[in-house]
Nanobody
Framework: QVQLVESGGGLVQAGGSLRLSCAAS????????IAWYRQTPGKQREAVAS???????NYADSVKGRFTISRDNTKNTVYLQMNSLKPEDTAVYYC?????????WGQGTQVTVSS
């Protein structure tokens, strides 16, 4: 069983930065694809960024050039560096780890960007 624990959320002013972390248990981290999602009340969860086991990354258009996803397989941790934050980035951020066809989710961390 894989467990994911997100951290790093908080309150920040528009234009500021935050770095989210997602630490995973288990020994399969290095072969997993990992993604960050976010969700606001009343809306569907949306993908923000992803990184494959080989290190390839993808970003939602809304965060390209501002967010950077990275992974450290030695620490079983994935990061989301968020710069130039906007009020519309306010959401609960979740990390998801996919191994084969199985998805594991963290509990989420709140990010609030004030204007």
């Amino acid at each position: 069983q894989v467990q994911l624990v997100e951290s790093g959320g908080g309150l920040v002013q528009a234009g500021g930065s935050l770095r989210l972390s997602c630490a995973a248990s288990g020994s399969t981290f290095s072969v997993a694809a990992i993604a960050w999602y976010r969700q606001t009340p009343g809306k569907q969860r949306e993908a923000v960024a992803s990184v494959s086991s080989g290190g390839s990354t993808n970003y939602a258009d809304s965060v390209k050039g501002r967010f950077t996803i990275s992974r450290d397989n030695t620490k079983n941790t994935v990061y989301l560096q968020m710069n130039s934050l906007k009020p519309e980035d306010t959401a609960v951020y979740y990390c998801k780890l996919r191994i084969l066809t199985y998805d594991y989710w963290g509990q989420g961390t709140q990010v609030t960007v004030s204007s």
